[in-house]
C-alpha cells in the first residue's frame, strides 16, 4: 500500500471547473472519504487519481511516483464501481482474472491469484457463478475480488453502497470497514452519504462546488465545522441554523426570537464582518422546556418524530424549523407552546457573510 | 375475485369470452393480414401442385401432386442456382454486417462532422435500389462504365474491366452493389447497440488494463451478442428476398451465372408463365425463410445464452 | 426478290416462278373470302415489291375512311368501347403524339356517339397487365397487341373470332404472313394493324475508315462478320451491335434473322408450310449462325462486350456518338437519332450530326439458305365476353375497328415506326407523303416479303425470349461448346412443347 497525494489539482471543462485547486495527503493505509452532493467534484477527484481522465493543471503521486498522464493500468490502483461493473458473460472466476490475464501472467499465477484473493472474500463457493446469479452483497465481494487480485497500492471506491438496500447498506459498510482494515489497505472512497463517511473514514474531505471545504477526522468535522456548509451536511438530523442579526454586543436574533450570547460566544460574534451572524446547534445540545424558562426561545412544536430510541421535536420558531432530540417518554402534541434553551459551550457560530465559523 | 387455478383447460374459453373486446380490437388488423398475406399464401401452397402450361386457361390447370416439386429439386440447374443463393445470401450478409460493425464503431466517438458522416453514410440505403441498381450498371459498364474508364486511364489495364458480362464476376459485383446497398442498416443498428454499453463496464476494464481492441472483444461484442443477432437474422432474411439488384442489374445472366431463386422463380412465374412450378419454388424458399424467421424470433424473446468468454 | 406463299413464309429460288405466275392469276380475284389462292391482293403485284415499284403505286389511290366505315357500323350508332393498346410515350417523337391525337379527334368526329376508353400502356408493362387482367375477368373489350402476343389469349379461349371480312375488308388486303400470325387452330382471331421489319443500318463514315464501301452494306452474314473485324482492327470502334441479354425481347428480333438465314430456327416457321412441330434449333444452319456470333463475339472481340447483358437500346448511345458501326433495327431508329442529335449538346452535339449524316439503311444481310427478317407489326383483338369488364358492346368494337385497320388510319398510326396493315394503304396520298419525307422508308418497306414471323405458339414466348438467348449466352461466355449449346437448347424446347 502506498500514500496518495493530491497536489493542487484542477480540471476544467470548457469554462467549467470541476474540480477548483484541491490538495490532499491520504496516508498509507488510511481509510478517506470523499464526500459532497452531487456535482461537488468528488468522482471526478476519483477518476483523475485512477488515471481516467487528466487534470488540467497540478500532481498526482502515488507512493513516491509522479503518476500524471499514466495509464490506469499503470497506476497500480483498482477501482471499485457504483455498479460493480461485472463482467456480466464471464464467470466470477473470470471477473477475478481479467486483470490479470491483461497483465499477460501465466496461468498457474492467475489461478493462485485468483484463489487468494477469493479465499479473503469468502467467495470460493461461487467461483464458477455468473454476476446475474449472485446477490447484491456476494457481487460487491466479486468487485473487491477483482480489485485484490491487483495488488494495488490503493483502493479507489466509487459509492460502491448507493445500489443497496438500507439493510445491506449497513451491512456492507461494516464489511467494508473490515476489509481495510484486515488488509491495511489505503482507501480513497466517494459517496454522498455523509453517515458513510462519518462511520467508515478515518478522515473525511468534504467538497462543495470543486472546492475542498475541510479535510479532518470525521469527530472533528462534527464537532468544528469550519463553515455552515459543512456544518449544515455532516451530521443527521442536520444542524440547527439560525439566521439573525447582531443586535447589541450579546443579542443575536431576528423577528420573534432573540439568543443572549455568553461572553465567550459574544467575543467570537464580533468577529463577524457584518450585523449577520448564524448560530448553529446541534439536536442534542438543545433542551426542550414545557414552561418559560429565562433565556429561552418560545416556539411551537410542529411535529414530532418517535424513532423509538430518540424522539425528534420540530419546533417552529419565527420562520425557522429548529429540530430537538427529547427522550422517548416525553409526550407532546402539536402546536404545544415550548421553550427552548441553546447550550452555549456547544453553540456555533457563523459569519452571516462569509459563511465561516468564528 | 376469481383466482387462476391449476388447471387451464377449463378456463381457456371463459377467458377468451372475457377478453372478447380486446379480440374486436384486433380484428380489423388481423383482416387485412389474412386477406393480404394469408390468402396469397394459401393460394401459392394450392396452386403448386398443379401444372399451368401457357396454353391452357388457369381453370383448367391439372392436378400433378408434388411433381412440381420433384421436378425442381432435381433439375440441373437448381443446384447451380441454389449455390449462387448462398453464396449471394452469405457473403452480402457477412461484409454489410461487417462493414456496418465497422461504421458503428467509428461513429460511436464524438468527433467533428459525426453527424454530417452518419448521413452520409445512410445514403446509399435510402436511395431507391432500382435508382441504385441502374447507376452502378452503369459504373459497371463492360464498354463504356466509368470504373473501366478509370482503370484504362490510369493504366491499370489495357481494355475496360468486365464485371458484369463475364460469368466469374458478375455474382461478386452485385455483392459488391447489394453491401454497399444495405451496411448502413447494420450500422444504425449496432450504433444503436453501441449507446446501451454501460460507461463502467468500459471502465473498470480500462482500470484492469484492456487495451482498445480487448475492450471490443471482451466488453462490447458479448454485449451486443442480441443486437448482433437480430441484425444478422435481418439481413439473412433481406438477402434472400433481394430482387430488385440482381434483376435489373443481369436479369440472372450471362449464362445463369447471378441467377438466385428469386430470379429464378420470377423467370418462371412472369417470364415463362409457369406458375405451378413457380408457385412449388416459392413454396421451398418460404420454408427456408420461415425457418430463419423462427430463429429470429426465438433470439427476440428468448434468454440471452451467455458465452464463455 | 421473294415472294410470299399463302403461308407467308420465304419459298425457295425454285418455286419462285411458280408462284409468280399464280400471283398474276390471282390478281384479277381480288374478292373477300378469296385469300386462298393468295398474293397480289388489292390491286398490287407483290411479287415484285422493289423500292421503285412502291413508289410508283403511291398516291394513285383516294379514300373515303367515314364512307367505308359507315357501310359497316352506322355513323350515329351509340356506343362504349374499351381500348388498350400500346401508344406514344415520352421517348417517342412529336409526330407520333400529333398523330395518335388526330386519330382520336377523326374517331370522335366520325362516330359522335360512341365514346372509346382508352388507356395507353407502356410496352414492357402491358402484356403483363392484360394477363392479368384477362385472369380477373376485366379485359378490355378491344386491345392492339403487338405480333404473336395474342396466341396465349387465343389458346386459352379469351379472344373473339375476328377477321378482316367481319369490319368489311377482304382478307387479300392484308399480308398473308400477318393472317398467319392471328391464326389458331385454323380460326382467325384478330385483324392485322401494322406490319414492318428490320433492316440493317450503318455508319459510312465508320465504313470508309476501315476501307469498306460506305454506301453499301454487307451482302451476306459471313461478310458481315469480316466487315464487323474490319471495323474493329482498323478503328478501334466496334463493329455490329450485337444483343444478347436473357429475358429480353430485343434480342431474338435479331438473332433469328441470322439462324433463318444460314438454315436454322427455333422450329420450322422459315419453311414454306411450316407445322411447328420439328425442333430446327440445333441443325447445322443454326449451328453455324451461332458460330458466326462466337466468332465476333469471342474469337474477333469485334462486338460490344457488354453485349450480353445489352438491349438495343444500350446500342443507341454508343451509335449516335460513333462509338459502333452497324446494328440491325427499326424503320423508327433513323427519326430517333434525329431526336437525339436534337437533343445533343456541345461537341457531341457534332458528332450526333455527323452520325445522322452519314447513317444509312440497307436490306439485311442474306445466308447461305435466304435472306431472311423477323415479321413485326401488331393485331387488334376482341376479348370474349366473358373476360371483358361490363357489358362486350360489339357493334362500338366493330366501328373502332373498321376505321382504325382501313386504309388511312393504318398507314397514319404507322407513320414513323411501320407499314400500313391494310395494303390498301400503300396506294394512298399519306404513304406518298411518307416516301418522300421519312428517309429510308423505302428501303425498310422492301424488306417485308422477307419477313417470317415467329413461330405462332402460346410457347413462342419462352423460346424466343429465353430458351434462345439462352443459348446464346451459354456459347458466348464458352459455358458450353457451340455445338453443346445448340443441343442443350433444342432439347428444351422439345421439353417445352411435349411436356402439356
Avoid at chain 1, 323 to 337: E, F, G, H, K, R
Avoid at chain 2, 10 to 34: C, E, S
Avoid at chain 2, 117 to 143: K, N, Q
Wanted: charged fraction near 20%; proline fraction near 5%; include cysteine.
Amino acid at each position: 500500500m502506498a500514500e496518495v497525494r493530491l497536489v493542487d489539482i484542477v480540471k476544467n471543462y470548457g469554462a467549467f471547473t470541476a474540480v477548483d485547486h484541491v490538495s490532499l495527503t491520504i496516508a498509507d493505509g488510511e481509510f478517506v472519504a470523499l464526500v459532497g452532493p452531487s456535482g461537488c467534484g468528488k468522482t471526478t477527484s476519483l477518476n483523475l487519481v485512477a488515471g481516467l481522465i487528466e487534470q488540467t493543471a497540478g500532481d498526482i503521486f502515488i507512493g513516491d511516483r509522479r503518476v500524471n498522464g499514466l495509464d490506469p493500468k499503470d497506476r497500480d490502483i483498482a477501482m471499485v464501481f457504483q455498479n460493480y461493473a461485472l463482467y456480466p458473460n464471464k464467470t466470477v472466476f473470470k471477473n477475478l482474472a481479467f486483470p490479470l490475464k491483461m497483465r499477460k501472467l501465466p496461468r498457474a499465477d492467475i489461478d493462485r491469484k485468483v484463489r487468494a484473493a477469493a479465499k479473503v472474500l469468502d467467495i470460493e463457493h461461487l467461483l464458477e457463478r455468473r454476476p446475474r446469479e449472485l446477490s447484491g452483497g456476494q457481487q460487491q465481494r466479486v468487485a473487491l475480488g477483482r480489485a485484490l487480485v491487483r495488488d494495488p497500492r490503493a483502493f479507489l471506491m466509487d459509492e460502491p453502497l448507493s445500489n443497496l438496500d438500507a439493510k445491506l447498506r449497513g451491512q456492507m459498510r461494516a464489511e467494508l470497514k473490515r476489509f481495510h482494515q484486515d488488509l491495511h489497505a489505503t482507501v480513497i472512497y466517494v459517496t454522498h452519504d455523509q453517515l458513510e463517511a462519518v462511520t467508515m473514514a478515518d478522515r473525511m474531505a468534504v467538497m462543495n462546488g470543486g472546492k475542498l471545504q475541510q479535510y479532518d477526522t470525521p469527530a472533528r468535522v462534527f464537532s468544528n465545522p469550519v463553515n455552515i456548509f459543512v456544518a449544515g451536511f455532516v451530521g443527521s438530523p442536520a444542524m440547527n441554523l439560525l439566521y439573525g442579526l447582531m443586535e447589541g454586543a450579546n443579542r443575536v436574533g431576528r423577528d420573534g426570537w432573540a439568543v443572549e450570547l455568553s461572553a465567550e460566544n459574544a467575543g467570537r460574534a464580533a468577529r463577524a464582518t457584518g450585523r449577520e451572524v448564524v448560530l448553529g446547534a446541534r439536536h442534542s445540545t438543545i433542551a426542550l422546556h414545557r414552561e418559560h424558562v429565562a433565556g429561552a426561545v418560545p416556539g411551537r412544536v410542529y411535529t414530532v418524530e418517535p424513532t423509538g430510541d430518540v424522539t425528534f421535536v420540530h419546533v417552529r420558531v419565527a420562520q425557522t424549523i429548529v429540530v430537538v432530540s427529547v427522550a422517548p417518554s416525553v409526550m407532546l402534541a402539536i402546536d404545544d407552546p415550548v421553550w427552548l434553551g441553546f447550550d452555549q459551550n456547544k453553540l456555533h457560530l457563523f459569519d452571516g457573510t462569509t459563511g465561516d465559523a468564528l | 375475485m376469481s383466482v387462476s387455478t391449476a388447471a387451464r383447460e377449463p378456463n381457456v374459453f371463459a377467458r377468451i369470452v372475457r377478453h372478447r373486446a380486446d379480440y374486436l380490437y384486433i380484428a380489423p388488423a388481423l383482416g387485412v393480414m389474412l386477406l393480404v398475406i394469408g390468402y396469397p399464401i394459401y393460394d401459392t401452397i394450392y396452386l403448386s401442385f398443379f401444372n399451368t402450361p401457357p396454353s391452357l386457361a388457369m381453370a383448367d390447370k391439372i392436378f400433378v401432386g408434388t411433381d412440381n416439386y420433384v421436378r425442381i429439386l432435381t433439375s440441373e440447374a437448381f443446384l447451380d442456382v441454389t449455390i449462387n443463393t448462398l453464396i449471394w445470401t452469405a457473403f452480402s450478409t457477412f461484409f454489410a454486417f461487417a462493414l456496418g460493425l465497422g461504421a458503428a464503431l467509428a461513429l460511436d466517438r464524438q468527433f467533428v462532422g459525426r453527424g454530417l458522416l452518419r448521413g452520409i453514410l445512410l445514403i446509399p440505403y435510402v436511395i431507391s435500389a432500382v435508382a441504385a441498381a441502374y447507376i452502378w450498371r452503369w459504373l459497371y459498364h463492360s464498354d463504356f462504365g466509368v470504373i473501366g474508364a478509370l482503370a484504362v486511364a490510369s493504366g491499370i489495364t489495357d481494355r475496360p474491366i468486365n464485371f458484369l458480362d463475364n460469368v466469374d464476376t458478375s455474382l461478386p459485383s452485385l455483392i459488391v452493389v447489394n453491401v454497399w446497398k444495405e451496411f448502413s442498416f447494420a450500422m444504425i443498428m449496432m450504433l444503436a447497440g453501441l449507446q446501451t454499453v454501460p460507461e463502467q463496464l468500459h471502465r473498470a476494464a480500462q482500470v484492469d488494463g484492456a487495451g482498445v481492441f480487448q475492450r471490443f472483444w471482451h466488453i462490447t461484442m458479448p454485449h451486443l451478442k442480441g443486437v448482433t443477432l437480430v441484425t444478422v437474422l435481418l439481413l439473412l432474411v433481406a438477402n434472400l428476398n433481394s430482387f430488385t439488384i440482381p434483376w435489373i442489374m443481369t436479369a440472372g445472366g450471362p449464362a445463369g451465372s447471378s441467377d438466385i431463386w428469386i430470379t429464378a422463380i420470377y423467370q418462371l412465374a412472369f417470364e415463362r408463365i409457369r406458375f405451378g412450378v413457380a408457385s412449388a419454388y416459392s413454396v421451398i424458399l418460404f420454408v427456408v425463410m420461415m425457418s430463419m424467421g423462427y430463429f429470429y424470433v426465438r433470439a427476440l424473446t428468448g434468454k440471452d445464452e451467455a458465452t464463455p468468454g | 426478290m421473294a415472294t410470299f406463299d399463302e403461308f407467308g413464309g420465304l419459298s425457295s429460288l425454285g418455286r419462285r416462278r411458280l408462284l409468280g405466275a399464280a400471283a398474276a392469276v390471282g390478281m384479277a380475284a381480288s374478292m373477300p373470302g378469296a385469300a386462298r389462292a393468295a398474293t397480289a391482293p388489292a390491286g398490287l403485284d407483290t411479287s415484285n415489291w422493289t423500292p421503285e415499284y412502291i413508289a410508283s403505286i403511291a398516291g394513285t389511290m383516294e379514300i373515303d375512311t367515314a364512307a367505308e366505315c359507315a357501310k359497316v357500323v352506322p355513323l350515329n350508332t351509340k356506343g362504349r368501347v374499351t381500348y388498350w393498346y400500346v401508344g406514344p410515350n415520352q421517348a417517342s417523337p412529336q409526330i407520333d403524339h400529333r398523330i395518335d391525337a388526330e386519330f382520336w379527334a377523326a374517331f370522335a368526329k366520325t362516330y359522335p356517339n360512341i365514346t372509346v376508353e382508352k388507356q395507353n400502356l407502356d410496352y414492357n408493362q402491358m402484356l403483363n397487365k392484360v394477363r392479368t387482367a384477362a385472369l380477373g375477368n376485366a379485359a378490355p373489350m378491344v386491345a392492339k397487341f403487338p405480333i404473336l402476343w395474342g396466341v396465349e389469349f387465343a389458346a386459352k379461349g379469351q379472344l373473339m373470332p375476328l377477321k378482316p371480312e367481319d369490319v368489311g375488308f377482304g382478307s387479300d388486303e392484308f399480308w398473308p404472313g400477318a393472317l398467319k400470325s392471328v391464326m389458331w387452330n385454323g380460326k382467325s382471331y384478330g385483324i392485322p394493324t401494322n406490319n414492318e421489319t428490320m433492316g440493317l443500318i450503318w455508319n459510312a463514315a465508320l465504313f470508309q475508315a476501315a476501307g469498306l464501301d460506305p454506301e453499301k452494306p454487307p451482302a451476306t452474314w459471313d461478310d458481315l462478320v469480316l466487315y464487323s473485324k474490319a471495323i474493329k482492327d482498323k478503328t478501334g470502334k466496334n463493329g455490329y451491335g450485337l444483343v444478347a441479354r436473357t429475358n429480353a425481347g430485343n434480342t431474338p428480333f435479331r438473332f433469328m434473322p441470322q439462324l433463318w438465314a444460314y438454315g436454322g430456327g427455333a422450329l420450322d416457321e422459315a419453311e414454306a408450310r411450316p407445322g411447328y412441330k420439328s425442333v430446327y434449333l440445333n441443325n447445322a444452319g443454326s449451328k453455324a449462325a451461332l458460330q458466326a456470333s462466337f466468332d465476333m463475339y469471342v474469337r474477333d472481340r469485334s462486338v460490344p462486350v457488354s453485349a450480353l447483358t445489352n438491349t438495343q437500346n444500350e446500342n443507341q448511345d454508343p451509335f449516335i456518338s460513333g462509338q459502333l458501326g452497324m446494328m440491325i433495327s427499326h424503320p423508327s431508329e433513323y427519326a430517333f437519332m434525329l431526336d437525339r442529335a436534337s437533343k445533343a449538346t456541345g461537341d457531341d452535339k457534332k458528332t450526333a450530326e455527323m452520325v445522322v449524316a452519314n447513317m444509312r439503311y440497307g436490306l439485311v444481310p442474306k445466308g447461305p439458305a435466304r435472306r431472311a427478317i423477323v415479321f413485326g407489326g401488331s393485331n387488334a383483338h376482341v376479348f370474349d365476353a366473358k373476360v371483358v369488364d361490363g357489358k362486350l358492346d360489339m357493334e362500338a368494337a366493330r366501328a373502332l375497328l373498321a376505321f382504325s385497320t382501313g386504309p388511312e388510319w393504318s398507314t397514319k398510326i404507322a407513320w414513323t415506326n411501320s407499314n400500313p396493315g391494310n395494303l390498301r394503304g400503300f396506294r394512298t396520298k399519306w404513304m406518298k407523303e411518307r416516301l418522300e419525307t421519312i428517309k429510308f422508308l423505302n428501303v425498310t418497306t422492301s424488306m417485308l416479303p422477307s419477313g417470317i414471323p415467329f413461330p405462332v405458339i402460346p410457347e413462342s414466348g419462352e423460346i424466343m425470349n429465353i430458351i434462345v438467348p439462352d443459348m446464346l449466352q451459354n456459347a458466348l461466355t464458352k459455358k458450353m461448346s457451340v455445338a453443346a449449346a445448340a443441343d442443350d437448347a433444342a432439347r428444351k424446347v422439345k421439353a417445352l412443347l411435349t411436356s402439356l
